[in-house]
């Protein structure tokens, strides 16, 4: 029997971080955890590029753009929606995380969700790096292991 599985050991990969700047306030702390994740990997800062978009609902776009210029090896896409008093929290996660979804299988590339979709201020915080780690930290690992498992197959 052969098992194929990555591992965080990958070399010579060129990765961008695609962060929100609505909520930056959450954002920031998650995109400074994927920078610290994939540094401590090897990553050096001049194969990671970190891209700016307004908000959730314009990571798809911008995503599936980098995918398509095929010098990335993995994208990790970083935001948070906080719901609100209004349906307009579902229909900016759930057309978020369909575009990503969409982007990666397109483009046959790793796309991380490193996006929070939280009910409270509190609950994303505690996921921008304090009670539940950081969510950041973990898209990035994602990514480092699913362009190692890729290589392999």
């Known amino acids: 029997m052969k098992v194929l599985e990555g591992d965080f050991t990958v ?23 994927a920078l610290d994740t994939l540094r401590r990997h090897g990553v050096p800062d001049e194969r990671l ?4 978009a307004p908000g959730a609902y ?4 911008v995503v599936s753009r980098l995918a398509k210029s095929g010098r990335y090896d993995g994208i990790i896409a970083l935001g948070c929606v906080i719901r609100g008093g209004t349906a307009h929290f579902e229909y900016v996660a759930g057309e978020c ?8 299988m397109q483009h046959e590339l790793p796309i991380a969700f490193g996006v929070l979709t939280t009910e409270t201020i509190e609950q994303a915080i505690e996921r921008a790096g304090t009670k539940a780690g950081n969510k950041g930290a973990e898209a990035a690992l994602s990514t480092l292991e699913m362009i190692s498992l890729l290589r392999k197959l």
């Open 97 to 104: 995380a369909k575009g990503l979804g969409q982007a990666m």
């Open 11 to 33: 070399r010579d990969v060129r990765i961008a971080l695609v962060a929100t700047r609505f909520n930056a306030f959450i954002v920031d702390s998650l995109l400074e955890g």
């Open 58 to 61: 314009e990571l798809p776009l």
């Open 49 to 52: 590029d970190v891209v700016k």
